[in-house]
């Protein structure tokens, strides 16, 4: 006879434990652009081909293997953002080659308002000029 009664609780496992480690590996297997710089790299996960030619292959340079972007359609490694069919996934390419992602990231470099006011009366009239014309009445 089979009965519907649960067999006996294991003690020492946490059945909670299951749930939080399956939110852990979620968390670790989610894409993050990978640029080099603030350059957009081939081997980023939201890198594509337009061409359909983007491959991964592994080579080794001084024993350690590591991965390299190959394009199929020229036989040769990937030239990356500057190729006329890359684009971004997540349309972070910029025109230029860079990632937004990276760019947006980078602190921004604000002077402070007493600075600004010292540039503004730095600022050197141009020759010629004697200040502002007079008013005739």
């Known amino acids: 006879m089979v009965s519907n009664t649960p067999g006996p609780v ?3 496992h946490d059945q909670g434990s299951h ?3 399956s939110d852990n590996m979620q968390q670790s ?3 993050k652009p990978r640029p080099i710089g603030d350059k ?3 081997l980023c996960p939201f890198f594509r081909c337009g061409q359909k030619a983007l ?4 080579d080794h340079y001084r024993g350690r293997p590591i991965k390299v972007a ?3 359609w020229i036989g040769d490694r990937c030239i990356g953002a500057s190729c006329r069919y890359a684009y971004c996934e997540k349309k972070a390419m910029l025109p230029d080659g860079r ?3 990276a760019v947006e990231n980078q602190p921004k470099k604000m002077k402070s308002f007493e600075e600004e006011l010292n540039e503004e009366n730095e600022i050197d009239l141009p020759q010629g000029y004697k200040g502002l014309p007079k008013k005739k009445i």
Request: aromatic letters at 10%; one cysteine or more.
């Open 99 to 101: 990632c937004s992602f």
């Open 40 to 42: 957009c790299n081939p």
């Open 70 to 72: 190959l394009c199929n």
């Open 29 to 31: 297997r989610e894409l």
């Open 10 to 12: 294991k003690q020492g």
């Open 55 to 58: 491959r991964f292959t592994t």
């Open 19 to 21: 749930i939080a480690k």
